[in-house]
Every structure is written in structure tokens, then in C-alpha cells.
């Protein structure tokens, strides 16, 4: 199936999209930050330089989207239109979130994955929830946290 604009107008649609300050990493980052908890954004010296880094905590928070890396949930569909593009890039994704957070692990930081699908779409969760999840577990001492959507 052909795509439905020219590539030029393709590209310039997909150079548009974030990787950063997106809209589900801008809630967290909303209601965190009204809970009193205070961080960096952003950190290049980190491995995979996390959405959110809470040094007082020893945690980082990545706001990962469902379709860039890959999530098996509704807001993920691999595309018509060159799908071995777009799964090398996902793997390539995958891969290196991985190492990522082998790394982090590694270096002693405790890792909170938010998926896009429970902030957005048919199966999000209250933001409430979502906020208050990584609240208490930014208070405990558990290694790891991962929110998806119901």
C-alpha cells in the first residue's frame, strides 16, 4: 500500500515529532513536581539519558511512547509502508534500551518505565494513579517500576 502523502511532506511530518518535554513526559513531570519531588531532565551523562532524573531517590524515569519502542498494547501498529524499516528501527530502539538499563542498573539507579498507553488512549489510567504509583515507589526501595495502561 502506497503512503497517502509524498515523502517529502512524510519527512517533514515525522522530523516534527519530540524526544523530549513530550506530552505524557510533561504530566509526570506536572504532577511530581506538585508532590514536592524535584529533578533534572534530560541527563547526557546517564546511559539512555532519562526522560527524568530524581538524584535524592537514585531512581530515573523514562516516558517511553507504545509506538517507538515497540509496546505490545493498542497504540502500537507496525506500519504498511516499508515495515522492515520500521522494524529494524524498533529493534534498534529495543536494543538500546536495553543496554540502557543494564546500564543503569549496573551503576546503582533504581528504573521507572511509564508507558504511553496509561496516560493516553482506550486503556489509560487515572492520573492520579499513575502519579501516585510512582510517588510511593520513588519512597520504597524496589529496583523497579513499570506503569502500562489496563
Partial sequence: MADIVPAD???????????TNTKPELLLRKGLHALGFRFRL???????????????YRAVMFAHGCFWHGHDCHLFKMPS??????????????????????ALEEAGWRLAIIWECAL??????????????????????????????R
Fill in 42 to 56: 534530560h541527563d547526557r551523562s546517564l546511559p539512555g539519558k532519562p526522560d527524568i532524573v530524581l538524584p535524592r
Fill in 81 to 102: 509502508t516499508r515495515p522492515e524499516f520500521w522494524q529494524a528501527k524498533i529493534d534498534r530502539n529495543r536494543a538500546v534500551d536495553a543496554r540502557s538499563e543494564a
Fill in 9 to 19: 511532506v512524510r519527512s517533514r511530518m515525522m522530523s516534527g515529532i519530540r524526544g
Fill in 120 to 149: 493516553k488512549g482506550k486503556t489509560r489510567l487515572p492520573l492520579e494513579n499513575v502519579i501516585s504509583a510512582c510517588a510511593n515507589w520513588l519512597r520504597s526501595d524496589r529496583p523497579r517500576l513499570e506503569v502500562r495502561g
